[in-house]
C-alpha cells in the first residue's frame, strides 16, 4: 500500500526533530489543498502515516515544515526573522501504490531532504 511518511533529524545537535508541526497539502495548478497537520514525536517521526491508502493518489505535495518554532523552543540562537522558519518541500509522487518517505535534516542555517524508503 502506497504511504507518506517524513521525519526530521536536527543535524546541529544529532537528534530527532521532536515537536515540529507540519502542514501538509496537495497542489492543484496555482492553488493548494490543505489535507493534514501532523506534530513529529520523541524520535522526529510521526505515529503514522501522514497519507495512505485511497488518500495518497499520483500528483504533486507541499510539506510544510514549522522549524522556527521548533529552533525557538530548543533556545537556538538566531537573527529576527530567522534565517530558516517555515521551510515548505514540494515533490511530485508518480507511482502512489510506492511508499515516499519525505524527511529534512536541519540546522539553523540549512536543510536538506531526500526520497528515503
Excluded: W
Excluded at 492543484?28 to 493518489?57: H, K, S
Excluded at 507541499?62 to 530567522?82: C, I, T
Excluded at 509522487?93 to 519525505?102: G, L, R
Amino acid at each position: 500500500m502506497g504511504r507518506l511518511t517524513t521525519h526530521v533529524l536536527d543535524t546541529a545537535k544529532g537528534l530527532p526533530g521532536q515537536g515540529i508541526r507540519i502542514e501538509v497539502y496537495r497542489i492543484e495548478g496555482n492553488g493548494r489543498e490543505r489535507l493534514a497537520e501532523v506534530v513529529t514525536n520523541d524520535d522526529g517521526r510521526c505515529d503514522a502515516p501522514i497519507l495512505e491508502g485511497e488518500a495518497f493518489t499520483a500528483g504533486e505535495y507541499e510539506l510544510v515544515f514549522h522549524a522556527g518554532d521548533y529552533l525557538d523552543r530548543q533556545g537556538v540562537e538566531g537573527s529576527k526573522p530567522r534565517f530558516l522558519d517555515v521551510i515548505p518541500l514540494r515533490f511530485g509522487v508518480a507511482d502512489a501504490s510506492q511508499h515516499y518517505h519525505v524527511p529534512l535534516l536541519l540546522s539553523p542555517y540549512s536543510y536538506s531532504t531526500y526520497r528515503g524508503s
